[in-house]
């Protein structure tokens, strides 16, 4: 059973940093073909991908968030992260991690990420 487990959000101030991270657990084998995202969730809004990454180190990015987040994976450590950088009080929303493999698609419970002074 594979579970995705995130970490790292919180309040930031406009301008601040945040890391995320997100754990897999139960498939370490799978885990290193996946593709790994993080999307996000603002409140009347829809899940949209911020950034995703192959199995093979690709990656893709929402355009708002391009040259402030950066996305990177450890297959050692089955871990994803996205880095955020120059956050905006836009950003704020609940981001879940996703894997995809296959036909197989799952998904974290979510951090909260609040950006505001």
């Known amino acids: 059973q594979v579970q995705l487990v995130e970490s790292g959000g919180g309040l930031a101030q406009p301008g601040g940093s945040l890391r995320l991270s997100c754990v897999c657990v139960g498939s370490r084998i799978i885990f290193s073909f996946s593709t790994m995202g993080w999307y996000r969730q603002a409140p009347g809004k829809e899940r949209e991908l911020v950034a995703n990454?192959?199995?093979?180190?690709?990656?893709n990015y929402l355009d708002s968030v391009k040259g402030r987040f950066t996305i990177s994976r450890d297959n050692v450590e089955n871990t994803v992260f996205l880095q955020m950088n120059s956050l905006k009080p836009e950003d704020t929303a609940v981001y879940y991690c996703?894997?995809?493999?296959?036909?197989?698609?799952?998904w974290g419970k979510g951090t909260l990420v609040t950006v505001s002074s």
């Open positions: 990454i192959s199995g093979v180190g690709t990656t």
């Open positions: 996703n894997q995809i493999y296959g036909v197989m698609n799952y």
